[in-house]
């Protein structure tokens, strides 16, 4: 399911045909996406490369995902709150993340400028 969700997503932003990288980068690609997502409603050229990357490594790795290994029913689920830790801005960051057995189910990170 998710090798056909990036499949589509790489034919509607037109990059079905461009060439994969030699060497896919083995950076966290959650991070980056993260940080990319921010900037959605002004980004810059910048923010244009770094997409473009993102999409080159998805095109090189379609395979790759989140897969969910039989374990136990037990429903952990864990928060954070960080007031003063980013560095870019004055935003505190929240967020959690919910795990069944050893699979995350669900997750969220947000910034807010109020505390």
């Known amino acids: ?3 056909r969700y990036t499949m589509d997503f790489l034919f509607r932003t037109k990059f079905m045909d461009v060439k ?3 060497s896919p980068a083995t950076a966290d690609i ?3 996406v993260n940080q990319v997502r ?3 409603h002004q980004p810059t050229t910048h923010h244009w490369t770094a997409m473009k990357r993102i999409l080159h490594y998805l095109k090189a790795t379609p395979t790759r995902g989140l897969f969910y290994q039989p374990d136990s029913l037990i429903l952990e689920a864990y928060s954070r709150a960080d007031y ?3 560095l870019d801005d004055p935003h505190s960051m929240g967020g959690y ?3 069944l ?3 995350p189910i ?3 990170a947000k910034k807010q400028r109020i505390v």
Do not use: D
Request: aromatic share 16%; with cysteine.
């Open 1 to 3: 399911m998710q090798t």
């Open 20 to 22: 994969p990288p030699s």
């Open 30 to 32: 959650c991070f980056a």
């Open 38 to 40: 921010q900037f959605l």
């Open 84 to 86: 003063t830790g980013c």
């Open 97 to 99: 993340c919910i795990y």
């Open 101 to 103: 057995g050893h699979n």
């Open 106 to 108: 669900s997750w969220s």
